[in-house]
């Protein structure tokens, strides 16, 4: 049985679709996680950033408006005893 162009172009556009999914699932999948706390105090506005990467995490901080320092950790427990460690000490997350 002969398609119709308009049967062909239909079966197309759902192919198309397909892929499209497929490349939103790996970009959503491949999205950088990154979650900030801020401290502000009377005399210092400071950040620290902590950045999910493949094979582990990435810390920065320091000053806001200044150049950050960096520090990558392996595990989840350290990363979560540091996050832990910022609350206590008066950081809030902003994102």
């Given at each position: 049985m002969r398609q119709t162009k308009l049967e062909k172009t239909l079966i197309e556009l759902k192919q198309l679709k397909s892929k499209i999914r497929k490349i939103?699932?790996?970009?959503?999948?491949?999205k950088p996680r990154i979650?900030?706390?801020e401290c502000y105090n009377v005399s210092s506005y400071k950040f620290?950033?902590?950045?999910?990467?493949?094979?582990?995490?990435?810390?920065?901080?320091?000053k806001i408006g200044h150049p950050a320092q960096g520090k990558k950790f392996y595990g989840s427990r350290e990363i979560?005893?540091?996050?832990?460690?910022?609350?206590?000490?008066?950081y809030f997350k902003t994102n």
């Amino acid at each position: 049985m002969r398609q119709t162009k308009l049967e062909k172009t239909l079966i197309e556009l759902k192919q198309l679709k397909s892929k499209i999914r497929k490349i939103e699932t790996s970009l959503k999948k491949k999205k950088p996680r990154i979650y900030r706390y801020e401290c502000y105090n009377v005399s210092s506005y400071k950040f620290w950033e902590i950045r999910k990467t493949s094979n582990g995490y990435i810390a920065s901080w320091g000053k806001i408006g200044h150049p950050a320092q960096g520090k990558k950790f392996y595990g989840s427990r350290e990363i979560r005893s540091k996050i832990d460690e910022k609350l206590r000490k008066g950081y809030f997350k902003t994102n």
